[in-house]
């Protein structure tokens, strides 16, 4: 139950495929702005090169040289045009790319949210399975309390202590199987007779092989 319990919640799958996500969304969004500022830019350029055309073209303007400064101003707004069109080309191209990733991050992102569901809804099965095991085991536990006497049980929880959690042993052909020491007779017929037999050298309590128990309390 422990190990569900570390086991539930986010994965580094899913988190690595939100992180994906997010750089990707950031990446497009970067990118975004650029291409923006790109049209904005261009825009603004298109429009000095109209008014610059229309003083060079409009008649209002007569002197030679201001028309010869006008007209080197509009060729170079030209050439300004043409780089920032060639550079927007280039942005938009990176956008579609960072579109193109920010779609597929997204698509593993969902297909990590399916499989870490999926396998969530797994744990909470063996979770609630384990819950109503150890439910029915506690049931269990408490029945068998029902029938041992207040000083039997301190008895056995103080050899439990003492014995490393162990404090019944099965006694299989006259040994104790927990220290190996043989049970004289005499001690088997006294303890059997009273209805508590106890291994004189390792003091846990003894249970005969055919009366072994698997359901022992704690
Ligand atoms: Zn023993």
């Known amino acids: 139950m422990s190990q569900i319990a570390a086991a539930l919640g986010e994965t580094d799958t899913l988190r690595r495929a939100r992180q ?5 969304d ?9 291409q923006l500022d790109g049209e904005l830019e261009i825009e603004g350029i298109k429009e000095e090169i109209d008014s610059s055309e229309k ?34 080309l280039e942005i938009m191209m990176t956008l579609e790319e960072a579109e193109a990733a920010q779609e597929s991050a997204h698509l593993c992102l969902q297909q990590a949210k399916a499989d870490w569901q999926r396998a969530q809804s797994t744990l ?3 979770k609630s399975e384990l819950e109503n ?10 029945a068998l309390l ?9 008895i056995y929880r103080s050899l439990r202590k003492a014995k490393g959690g162990v404090a019944v042993a099965v006694m299989l052909n006259k040994a104790c199987t927990a220290c190996g020491m043989e049970v004289p007779q005499g001690r088997i ?12 050298n390792c003091e846990r309590i003894l249970v005969p092989d055919q009366e072994k128990s698997h359901a022992l309390p704690s």
């Open 20 to 24: 994906a996500v997010q750089k990707a």
């Open 26 to 34: 950031a990446w497009v969004k970067q990118w975004t702005v650029k």
């Open 55 to 88: 003083r060079l073209y409009g008649g209002s303007v007569r002197n030679p040289k201001e028309l010869g400064d006008l007209q080197a101003k509009v060729f170079s707004l030209r050439r300004l045009l043409e780089q920032k069109e060639d550079q927007l």
């Open 124 to 126: 909470q099965a063996e």
């Open 133 to 142: 095991q150890l439910a029915a085991a506690e049931r269990g536990r408490q």
């Open 146 to 154: 029902d029938h041992i006497s207040p000083d039997d049980l301190a």
């Open 189 to 200: 017929s006294r303890g059997l007779e009273a209805g508590f037999l106890t291994c004189g």
